[in-house]
């Protein structure tokens, strides 16, 4: 039943080893979105896919990379961990660009630690 | 440029009081606004959304929102808290135009804890 998945729901990484997490949907939305947050701050959103053509936010590290593989996946990938990238990871869908029925389904959230 | 504020970090009320949540949002031309709540290590749920049309929205669990254009607020309200309502909520915009169509921008959160 679940719509929006997110793998894992906690992930240990170390300081500076690469991490992939990972988005699945089963809504066959065209619009997916990766957001970051930290505690007690705004959701921030990283990037999005819009079909295959792939938007990254002006201020999105490039440390932070996207791969969209086909409708269904799109996966987070962190090059270079840093202790500032320890946050919950928000996956998001959305069926067209506006969205306009439901706004955004979210996953549950994967919370990274950096240690 | 586009934000969405929500003054106040806590609100606290007792079971069965009336609660409000408030917003104000800043941006050009004219949003879409919606409420969203976050249960503790899971996602975000749609509340519910301002598109057009009648000011005064309702949305899951008993909760409404009233968009006011000329003091730019969407504040939720719900006439009877529920402990169970005790979650983090957060306000968004979304713009239908422009370079940034489609984005989802969100205050920072406001933490409602409803005591019995």
């Known amino acids: 039943d679940a719509m929006v998945i997110q793998n894992p729901r906690y992930q240990v990484t170390q300081f500076g080893k690469p991490v992939t997490l990972s988005c699945s949907q089963t809504l066959n939305h065209n619009v997916m979105y990766w957001y970051q947050q930290k505690s007690s701050q705004a959701p921030k959103l990283l990037f999005h896919?819009?079909?295959?053509?792939?938007?990254n936010e002006a201020d999105t590290p490039d440390n932070f990379q996207s791969r969209r593989p086909n409708t269904s996946f799109c996966f987070l990938d962190i090059r270079s961990p840093g202790l500032g990238d320890a946050a919950m990871y928000l996956c998001?869908?959305?069926?067209?660009?506006?969205?306009?029925?439901?706004?955004?389904?979210f996953g549950s959230g994967t919370r990274l630690t950096v240690v | 440029a586009q934000s969405v504020a929500q003054p106040e970090d806590q609100v606290n009320v007792a079971e069965g009081n009336p609660l409000t949540v408030k917003c104000t949002y800043s941006v050009s031309g004219n949003p879409y606004l919606f409420w969203y709540v976050q249960y503790p290590n899971r996602g975000l749920q749609f509340l519910l959304k301002y598109i057009t049309g009648d000011n005064l929205v309702k949305g899951s669990y008993g909760f409404e929102a009233e968009f006011n254009k000329s003091q730019t607020s969407f504040h939720l309200k719900k006439p009877s808290a529920l402990v169970s309502d005790s979650a983090l909520y957060f306000c968004?915009?979304?713009?239908?135009?422009?370079?940034?169509?489609?984005?989802?921008?969100f205050g920072r959160g406001t933490q409602l804890t409803v005591w019995p």
């Open positions: 998001a869908t959305s069926r067209d660009l506006v969205g306009q029925l439901d706004g955004y389904t």
């Open positions: 896919y819009y079909d295959k053509d792939f938007n």
């Open positions: 968004a915009v979304m713009l239908g135009r422009g370079s940034t169509l489609g984005r989802l921008y």
